[in-house]
């Protein structure tokens, strides 16, 4: 084991060993294997966006071997898809790669301004698919986050219990806070925590813009000068943010961007402040699998530097 990943599973004693043994797989497959950095591959967007708007732009994403295959033949650390993504490739690859089941989706069928996702797999669905943890989201300020927050606790509970480990993306939503006010700095930072103190192990969260939404936060971070010019400054404080830097925080890589250049500098802002990795979908697999494969790798060699 190396003393990285030793230090990182230091913070996590007070769980069960069975939670230790899949957050050490995690760290310990892939490419960076042993860096404390980790690359995933989720693909739920099928659910939350679409099957089209997901993946119309490479119609070998269709296919949900095709995703088993890129996260495994890239290096990712792990691979993260809903219940029926998993189900229908999960035989020709089990024991392959770790596998994160995410355990509710949300469609955009409706226009809603607060929404609500629904739990479209189990702790039990996720043992017999051999996964190393459950994922879930939340939506820190939509109308019924409460509901949320007491789902999820439930569900991270049981999945403990059973040595999974829990991984929350955690993104702010809802009537009362603006499209931008979304990656706001303060709202990332505030979404973060809340996933740990949830009880994730991993937490997920956006890349956070120098925008302050909330004005009693803003007066804050204006008096005390937090630093946020530069995204590295908003990652370390997002890190700094989720038990100073005692939890893994993974950051989403959104929509696709045609310059490679774009999310590769992204990547480096991530290492250079502190943060774990990235979590990155549409940017991988919207792109045909060669230069899915030449930018997944550009991402690990910096995270590896």
Sequence with gaps: MSNRVQEILSWYRTENIGVLANLYRMLNNGRLAGTGRMVILPVDQGFEHGPARSFAPNPDAYDPRYHFQLALDSGCNAYAAPLG????AVGDFAGQIPLILKLNNHDVLQDEKDPLGG????????????????GYTIYPGTADRRLQYEQVRELA???KSCGLAVVIWSYARGAAISTEGETALDVIAYSAHIAAELGANIVKVKLPTDKLEVPAAKAVYEKYQIPRGSLADRVRHVVQSTFNGRRIVIFSGGAKKDDDNAVLDEARAIRD???????????AFQRAKPEAMHLLQGMMDIYAS
């Design 85 to 88: 993504f998993l189900e229908a």
């Design 119 to 134: 739990q479209t797999g189990t702790v039990r669905d996720a043992l017999q698919l051999g996964c190393s943890a459950i």
């Design 157 to 159: 509970h049981e999945a």
């Design 273 to 283: 402040g502190g943060g774990f990795g990235s979590i990155i979908g549409r940017n």
